[in-house]
């Protein structure tokens, strides 16, 4: 079977029932998504796929073959992190660590279902092209990642942080004009 990895092709012989899950972190030993609940109830195991968030302890490997598939590993570099992994360590969004993979690749597949204008469940306006994230309709989108350590504030507040337009840069001063 062949894979598109965080933007790497990878062939691997797997038996058909293997889930996407442990693929990624038994056979590609990539142990950024963790394996939570292997029900599908926690999110710890969070990847996206051709942008779309999903459950990887759910998915047979076998349905993802040459789809674009991006774990946390594949979102940022130590050198170049991705800007809601700066937003989580920056406003405390973890405590153990162990669900943050998810949280983050949730958080990344949530933002691109908004900007499409996607509607939750608390979503008011139906017909509106887009979404306004408010904190509970962040709460709501992201309500299928648990954190046992408790830190769902600094994981809300991470995400509206990374949301946040980008201050705008005050003009160089020459030297010649003081």
């Excluded at 600094?154 to 337009?165: D, N």
């Amino acid at each position: 079977m062949r894979f598109i990895i965080n933007g790497q092709s990878v062939e691997r012989a797997l038996d058909v029932r293997t889930s996407l899950l442990d693929l990624l972190r038994d056979h590609l030993h990539l142990t950024g998504t963790k394996k939570g609940c292997n029900q599908g109830a926690c999110g710890a195991c969070t990847v996206l796929v051709e942008g779309e968030r999903i459950n990887a302890c759910l998915a047979l490997a076998v349905q993802y073959q040459e789809r674009p598939i991006i774990t946390i590993e594949g979102l940022g570099e130590e050198v170049a992190l991705h800007p809601l992994q700066r937003s989580f360590i920056e406003h405390d969004g973890f405590q153990c660590g162990y669900c943050t993979p998810g949280q983050i690749c949730s958080a990344v597949g949530m933002m691109a279902e908004a900007a499409r204008g996607v509607p939750s469940a608390v979503t008011g306006d139906l017909d509106g092209d887009s979404v306004d994230l408010t904190h509970d309709e962040l709460r709501e989108r992201m309500s299928g990642n648990l954190c046992r350590c408790g830190a769902h504030n600094g994981i809300i507040e991470a995400i509206q942080a990374a949301m946040a337009p980008a201050p705008a840069q005050a003009a160089p001063v020459r030297e010649d004009a003081r």
